[in-house]
């Protein structure tokens, strides 16, 4: 028997509308499908690099493939399989997209060649809005509330005092009955960070996303009080997860900063011990091949928390097959592993 074929390509959608973060501003996603043929089955993955957030791109992707390609050895069985992708993980640094988009690819053939389905429940997605003028805001919130949404990750993190008149108009406007979830993608100093939760906290907020750089772990444990604290861009890994068990209240799981399922789920087994919970989130930027694997995550760790939305902020979609979307439930694949049956572009 011979190992997969493993190929990639690059693709590109453009977005609804400028994905705009307090780290970053695109009008279109650019990432990498990976394909892994194994006899006569395809099996999919997607890495979705960002040099703010993973320090990579498209670029270097494709640069430190070939040093992935070379650990590729025959795979009968899930101990070989495991064997592999410990391999895979193991060959270098960093790398956390290339290595997610890979090892996604190897476990779907492998789903797919032993006809195993994922036969998972539903799941609840939030849907995240980006930084942009007040009326943007508040008529894409009324928007997908008529496309049946009710968690709303609204971005934040540029100017506090923006972000609070925001977040009260949203209130004003839509009243108590929604989730708000805040993202602040690191904006915010200890001292800012500080008085935003002591000014949003009456506006019943579910949490608040990595306020701080991504550095200051110590400091994540120093601003809480009324806002439960999520931690996204400080956690990679199982060693970051240990080291921010104590400090915060959620953890934001994605697979392109894990390097792929078998880390995440180290994380998750760590969230557990410690009595953290998890939301399984994803890149924006991420097609549904790449979201299939983060619904797969979710299915698997029985995540109480599901932002895998970035599918819903482009202008269209290219994959044919994978997870499927009806109002804010994501439904798991038709047909065997990912279930995905092309990527078009
Ligand atoms: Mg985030």
Redesign the pocket.
């Known amino acids: 028997m011979n190992g997969p074929l493993v190929e990639y390509k690059e693709i590109s959608v453009p977005f609804r509308r400028t994905f705009k ?1 307090a780290l970053r501003e695109a009008n279109e996603s650019h990432s990498v499908v990976i394909k892994a043929v194994l006899d006569d089955v395809v099996g999919f993955g997607e890495s979705c690099p960002s040099l703010k957030i993973t320090g990579e791109s498209v670029e270097s992707v494709k640069d430190h493939f070939p040093l992935m390609v070379e650990r590729i050895r025959p795979f009968e069985d899930l101990v070989s399989l495991v064997s592999m992708i410990d391999s895979v993980e193991g060959c270098m640094e960093g790398n956390t997209a290339l290595k997610c988009g890979f090892t996604s690819a190897l476990i779907d053939a492998y789903m797919r060649k032993h006809r195993i389905r994922m036969s998972a429940n539903p799941v609840k997605t939030d849907i995240t809005i980006s930084i942009g003028s007040k009326d943007e805001i508040l008529n894409e919130i009324q928007m997908r509330l008529d496309e049946g949404f009710s968690a709303f ?1 609204i971005k934040i993190g540029l100017e506090l005092s923006r972000d609070i008149e925001l977040v009260k108009s949203i209130r004003d406007s839509f009243g108590y009955g929604i989730s708000l979830l805040l ?1 602040a ?1 690191q904006g915010y100093t200890k001292k800012t960070a500080r008085k935003a939760i002591d000014s949003l906290y009456r506006y019943e907020i579910d949490l608040i ?2 306020p701080l750089p991504a550095w200051d772990r110590k400091g994540l444990a120093q601003i809480g009080g009324g806002i439960p604290i ?1 931690a ?2 400080s956690l990679f890994n199982a060693h970051d997860a240990l080291e921010l068990a104590d400090r915060v209240d959620y953890f ?1 799981i994605k697979l392109n900063k894990s390097g792929g399922i078998a880390e995440a789920l180290r994380i998750a087994s760590i969230a557990k011990a410690r009595d953290v919970k998890c939301m399984v ?1 994803c890149m924006g930027g991420e097609t549904s091949v790449g979201v299939t694997a983060g619904f797969f995550l979710a299915s698997l760790i029985n995540a109480p928390l599901v932002d895998l939305d970035s599918p819903l902020l482009m202008k269209e979609n290219p994959v044919k097959g994978g997870i499927r979307y009806e109002k804010d439930r994501i439904f798991p694949p038709a047909g065997f592993g990912f279930g995905i049956e092309g990527v078009e572009g």
Do not use: F, Y
């Open positions: 973060t990750k993202d993608n996303e990595q999520m996204d861009e934001n989130g």
